[in-house]
């Protein structure tokens, strides 16, 4: 008996699916996220252009001609190159230069290691009031700089050691409350097991610091360092405190002392403090570009954890 076939009525029919219709740009962007992105560049750039600004405008005046450094005019009437030259035959540029690289590199090291010190005592150790303490730490930060320059002046003039290097990076020994607390909260994100497990390997202390908690933290110490580095670099209230001797001015205190006295070429010589501007501001500028990425991951990772 033949089998007859279903009415057509009585198949389902299966639907096709409409044809997509792709929108977008080959490359994945629509006009909408291109006009975001195109609005997002321009406000990117402009901002940019307003921090860069002071920069250019400065290395625009230390190559103008002395009666037109504060025009508005990016070039003046003729690019003095011989500024720079004036500058190192008139004051001892190099040997200010050595006094602050002295200063700094002294300075950001002691600062760097005795700060990360502490923070790991803190961020490792459990003891009664130990929170009380680190509070107390902190509250040090709360104490107008101003409060302390008299009580440091008779310290180190007690101790005989005004008009000299000393006073500018020694105290940094002692640690900085500010870096105390970004080491310990980078620290508090390191696993315990790790230190608990050197314990048992039988690592003292000191080991458990210098070789775990250190290198695992190498990002943080380099920010504290360039952060103490651009501190120390550019201060000038505490050598005009502390330095009267001439050939142990550092580069902000000798940039001052072209202005302000005559026996340094003090005649109000605008251009040539604009030269020394550039020479102090260009190093640091280089800094934050070789290291850019550790401010990033370091400030990135401080405090996303505690305990």
């Given at each position: 008996?033949?089998?007859?076939?279903?009415?057509?009525?009585?198949?389902?029919?299966?639907?096709?699916?409409?044809?997509?219709?792709?929108?977008?740009?080959?490359?994945?962007f629509g006009p909408g996220r291109v006009m975001r992105k195109a609005v997002f560049v321009v406000?990117?750039?402009?901002?940019?252009?307003?921090?860069?600004?002071?920069?250019?405008?400065?290395?625009?005046?230390?190559?103008?001609?002395?009666?037109?450094?504060?025009?508005?005019?990016?070039?003046?009437?003729?690019?003095?190159?011989?500024?720079?030259?004036?500058?190192?035959?008139?004051?001892?540029?190099?040997?200010?230069?050595?006094?602050?690289?002295?200063?700094?590199?002294?300075?950001?090291?002691?600062?760097?290691?005795?700060?990360?010190?502490?923070?790991?005592?803190?961020?490792?150790?459990?003891?009664?009031?130990?929170?009380?303490?680190?509070?107390?730490?902190?509250?040090?930060?709360?104490?107008?700089?101003?409060?302390?320059?008299?009580?440091?002046?008779?310290?180190?003039?007690?101790?005989?050691?005004?008009?000299?290097?000393?006073?500018?990076?020694?105290?940094?020994?002692?640690?900085?409350?500010?870096?105390?607390?970004?080491?310990?909260?980078?620290?508090?994100?390191?696993?315990?097991?790790?230190?608990?497990?050197?314990?048992?390997?039988?690592?003292?202390?000191?080991?458990?610091?210098?070789?775990?908690?250190?290198?695992?933290?190498?990002?943080?110490?380099?920010?504290?360092?360039?952060?103490?580095?651009?501190?120390?670099?550019?201060?000038?209230?505490?050598?005009?405190?502390?330095?009267?001797?001439?050939?142990?001015?550092?580069?902000p205190r000798g940039l001052k002392a072209i202005i302000d006295n005559p026996a340094i070429g003090?005649?109000?010589?605008?251009?040539?403090?604009?030269?020394?501007?550039?020479?102090?501001?260009?190093?640091?500028?280089?800094?934050?570009?070789?290291?850019?990425?550790?401010?990033?991951?370091?400030?990135?990772?401080?405090?996303?954890?505690?305990?």
């Amino acid at each position: 008996m033949a089998v007859q076939p279903a009415p057509r009525s009585l198949v389902p029919s299966v639907s096709r699916p409409e044809a997509v219709v792709d929108t977008t740009t080959p490359d994945g962007f629509g006009p909408g996220r291109v006009m975001r992105k195109a609005v997002f560049v321009v406000a990117l750039v402009a901002v940019t252009a307003l921090f860069v600004y002071p920069l250019i405008w400065l290395l625009s005046a230390s190559l103008k001609p002395p009666a037109e450094v504060f025009s508005s005019d990016f070039i003046g009437s003729e690019v003095r190159w011989d500024n720079y030259t004036r500058l190192f035959q008139m004051a001892p540029i190099l040997t200010w230069g050595w006094n602050s690289l002295v200063v700094t590199l002294l300075g950001a090291t002691a600062v760097t290691f005795s700060s990360a010190m502490v923070a790991f005592a803190f961020s490792y150790f459990r003891f009664r009031y130990r929170d009380g303490l680190f509070l107390l730490v902190l509250a040090t930060m709360m104490l107008p700089g101003a409060v302390l320059m008299i009580p440091q002046f008779l310290i180190w003039d007690g101790l005989g050691l005004n008009n000299t290097l000393y006073p500018l990076w020694a105290g940094n020994l002692f640690g900085s409350a500010f870096y105390i607390f970004m080491l310990r909260q980078f620290l508090l994100t390191l696993p315990r097991e790790l230190f608990e497990a050197a314990r048992v390997d039988g690592a003292g202390y000191f080991r458990l610091w210098w070789n775990i908690a250190l290198p695992l933290t190498r990002s943080a110490l380099i920010v504290v360092f360039l952060f103490e580095l651009k501190v120390l670099w550019t201060d000038l209230v505490r050598p005009l405190i502390f330095l009267r001797d001439v050939q142990l001015f550092t580069l902000p205190r000798g940039l001052k002392a072209i202005i302000d006295n005559p026996a340094i070429g003090g005649q109000q010589q605008w251009e040539l403090l604009a030269a020394g501007s550039v020479l102090v501001t260009l190093p640091m500028v280089v800094l934050f570009f070789i290291f850019q990425r550790y401010f990033t991951e370091g400030i990135a990772t401080t405090g996303s954890t505690g305990r």
